[in-house]
């Protein structure tokens, strides 16, 4: 595509977010939104209406659209393989929710497909593209902090066993694959490298899903510890200690505000990138950019990070016993 081109998405999915996509849209440049697609008939005009989308149609609409660029996946997990795999086919760019894929099975496959067709494929880990952690990075690699000795995150929230996404095992519930792959992602950028050694445990529920994991990795010369839960909450914080100080960052996944304290925990710096947007669209604009410079795979999150994520995280199912029942 040209890098004149205004890029068109489309959306599969109309649950929460879908939402924060189509609501963070407004702030993308050279980008349109054209059209939304779901199960429900009836939920997608309304989000149509909404959100001022152009169409609201059915998924075999939506992957042969003569006026759509690029898909946006938003379903549950289980769904994204199929999914993904059609869109690729009919030529569009995806942008696939988290995890990409339940399996590293899956994940390779798309990769060819997408490597066969020429056609752009980024998993949706919208934290890779968050400016505080960028911000944290680069404190880190300026020695603000000493060398990086142990990563902590934990992404724990109570839920409901009447939540379906969650709890089913048929659509790949459990903390795991839902939330714990932000803390293992977080851990993945600041290392940027397989760990050494993979030690998880977990609770299984009775219907087969992880209701929490406990990740430790070994990295050689620094530390991680992930935790993650649907049946409690948690702090919810990622914190980055080094030999002379330590990165707080609130809502890591997320972060709006992050501080920097000395060993003594004083307030050395903070940043606040002052958003008042969910922070979706720097994912959203970085995509775009990549498509109108004729990109098929993401300088950033690239095919090799996505590889990592399902490598640990398969690591940790094959640990701690999660198989779901379509595998």
Same mark, same amino acid.
């Given at each position: *595509?040209?890098?004149?081109?205004?890029?068109?998405?489309?959306?599969?999915?109309?649950?929460?977010?879908?939402?924060?996509? #189509?609501?963070?849209?407004?702030?993308?440049?050279?980008?349109?939104?054209?059209?939304?697609?779901?199960?429900?008939?009836?939920?997608?005009?309304?989000?149509? #209406?909404?959100?001022?989308?152009?169409?609201?149609?059915?998924?075999?609409?939506?992957?042969?659209?003569?006026?759509?660029?690029?898909?946006?996946?938003?379903?549950?997990? @289980?769904?994204?393989?199929?999914?993904?795999?059609?869109?690729?086919?009919?030529?569009?760019?995806?942008?696939?929710?988290?995890?990409?894929?339940?399996?590293?099975?899956?994940?390779?496959?798309?990769?060819?497909?997408?490597?066969?067709?020429?056609?752009?494929?980024?998993?949706?880990?919208?934290?890779?593209?968050?400016?505080?952690?960028?911000?944290?990075?680069?404190?880190?690699?300026?020695?603000?902090?000493?060398?990086?000795?142990?990563?902590?995150?934990?992404?724990?929230?109570?839920?409901?066993?009447?939540?379906?996404?969650?709890? @089913?095992?048929?659509?790949?519930?459990?903390?795991?694959?839902?939330?714990?792959?932000?803390?293992?992602?977080?851990?993945?950028?600041?290392?940027?490298?397989?760990?050494?050694?993979?030690?998880?445990?977990?609770?299984?529920?009775?219907?087969?899903?992880?209701?929490?994991?406990?990740?430790?990795?070994?990295?050689?010369?620094?530390?991680?510890?992930?935790?993650?839960?649907?049946?409690?909450?948690?702090?919810?914080?990622?914190?980055?200690?080094?030999?002379?100080?330590?990165?707080?960052?609130?809502?890591?996944?997320?972060?709006?505000?992050?501080?920097?304290?000395?060993?003594?925990?004083?307030?050395?710096?903070?940043?606040?990138?002052?958003?008042?947007?969910?922070?979706?669209?720097?994912?959203?604009?970085?995509?775009?950019?990549?498509?109108?410079?004729?990109?098929?795979?993401?300088?950033? *999150?690239?095919?090799?990070?996505?590889?990592?994520?399902?490598?640990? *995280?398969?690591?940790?199912?094959?640990?701690?016993?999660?198989?779901?029942?379509?595998?």
């Amino acid at each position: *595509m040209k890098e004149s081109s205004t890029i068109r998405w489309g959306i599969i999915g109309a649950g929460k977010i879908a939402r924060a996509f #189509a609501t963070d849209f407004q702030y993308l440049q050279n980008a349109e939104l054209v059209a939304i697609a779901s199960r429900n008939q009836k939920k997608s005009i309304a989000f149509a #209406a909404e959100f001022s989308i152009p169409e609201a149609i059915n998924y075999e609409n939506l992957f042969n659209h003569p006026g759509i660029d690029a898909i946006y996946i938003a379903t549950p997990h @289980n769904f994204h393989f199929e999914q993904a795999s059609l869109a690729i086919r009919a030529g569009k760019a995806v942008l696939c929710e988290k995890p990409i894929t339940v399996n590293m099975s899956e994940y390779q496959q798309l990769i060819a497909l997408a490597k066969q067709e020429k056609v752009f494929l980024m998993e949706a880990m919208w934290s890779y593209f968050i400016p505080a952690l960028q911000v944290a990075k680069n404190w880190i690699n300026n020695g603000l902090i000493g060398d990086l000795k142990l990563i902590q995150a934990d992404f724990c929230f109570p839920s409901e066993p009447t939540v379906e996404r969650l709890w @089913n095992p048929a659509l790949a519930g459990g903390a795991l694959l839902d939330i714990g792959i932000y803390p293992i992602a977080f851990a993945n950028y600041f290392m940027n490298r397989m760990p050494a050694s993979i030690r998880a445990s977990a609770q299984l529920s009775t219907t087969g899903i992880d209701e929490r994991t406990g990740i430790h990795l070994e990295y050689g010369s620094t530390s991680a510890n992930l935790y993650t839960s649907i049946v409690t909450k948690g702090t919810n914080t990622g914190y980055l200690f080094g030999t002379k100080g330590y990165i707080k960052l609130p809502s890591f996944w997320r972060s709006i505000t992050i501080e920097r304290f000395n060993n003594e925990d004083e307030l050395m710096e903070t940043y606040s990138d002052g958003r008042t947007t969910r922070g979706f669209h720097f994912e959203m604009q970085h995509v775009t950019d990549c498509l109108r410079q004729g990109l098929t795979e993401s300088p950033v *999150m690239s095919f090799e990070q996505s590889m990592r994520l399902q490598e640990i *995280m398969g690591e940790v199912r094959k640990q701690i016993g999660l198989r779901f029942p379509f595998e």
